[in-house]
């Protein structure tokens, strides 16, 4: 199984600021990486899917870059609204995997 | 509006059996691929079992595999997974999520999720 190494765990940071997450894969995937934010009681949304393609309806300051085995997920400029855990997943292979996400809260 | 709506969960004893359901609207079920998804109480989600559109190809976790069987009935818009045997590690949101792409039976990133539907199996 490919395993997805995600980083920080958490993170804190101000109204405004750029934050930066993390996900490396055990092995290369070909960009076959989605990111997902969940907000407390909800269920995840689709973020960036192929690595760097935007999801419809997700605001431009969420980007995704990467190739290979490294891939990160950037948010510049944050609001309120993206207080919530963060998730990777690899889909270039069955059994899909997760990260074991990123929780970020405001400083 | 793509919709999910999951059914089934609730208390079950270890070793018992439970089904779920997940109705959908909004779109042409029979065109995408679909997945249960798992999340434990305060813990990171992990992938179930997936399957195809016209449930040629079906892959399951290891660690439901002989005991989680998915289907599908897409005359009905509706996916199941029908869970035996269960555990106390089973316990954890159920989510269904429909694939990203058209007509497409490959590997896939989840495009839309639903609320998911609580099980824990506990005596």
């Known amino acids: 199984d490919i395993q997805m190494t995600q980083s920080p765990a958490s993170l804190s940071a101000s109204l405004g600021e750029t934050v930066t997450i993390e996900c490396r894969a055990s092995?290369?995937?070909?960009?076959?990486l989605a990111w997902y934010q969940q907000k407390p009681g909800n269920s995840p949304q689709l973020l960036i899917y192929d690595a760097n393609s935007l999801a419809d309806g997700v605001p431009s300051r969420f980007s995704g870059s990467g190739s290979g085995t490294q891939y990160s997920l950037k948010i510049n400029s944050l609001q309120s609204e993206d207080v919530a855990s963060y998730f990777c997943q690899q889909y270039n292979n069955y059994p899909y995997t997760f990260g074991a996400g990123t929780k970020l809260e405001l400083k | 509006e793509v919709q999910l709506v999951e059914s089934g969960g609730g208390l079950v004893q270890p070793g018992r059996s439970l089904k779920l359901s997940c109705v959908a609207s909004?779109?042409?079920?029979?065109?995408?691929?679909m997945n249960w998804i798992r999340q434990a109480p305060g813990k990171g989600l992990e992938w179930v079992a997936y399957?195809?559109?016209?449930?040629?190809?079906?892959y399951y976790a290891e660690t439901v595999k002989g005991r989680f069987t998915i289907s599908r009935d897409n005359a009905k818009n509706t996916l199941y997974l029908q869970m035996t045997s269960l555990r106390s590690e089973d316990t954890a949101l159920y989510y269904c999520?429909?694939?990203?792409?058209?007509?497409?039976?490959?590997?896939?990133?989840?495009?839309?999720w639903g609320q998911g539907t609580l099980v824990t199996v506990s005596s």
């Open positions: 999520a429909r694939h990203g792409s058209y007509y497409y039976d490959g590997p896939d990133w989840f495009a839309y």
């Open positions: 909004g779109f042409t079920f029979s065109n995408y691929g």
């Open positions: 092995e290369d995937i070909y960009s076959n």
């Open positions: 399957i195809s559109s016209g449930s040629s190809y079906i």
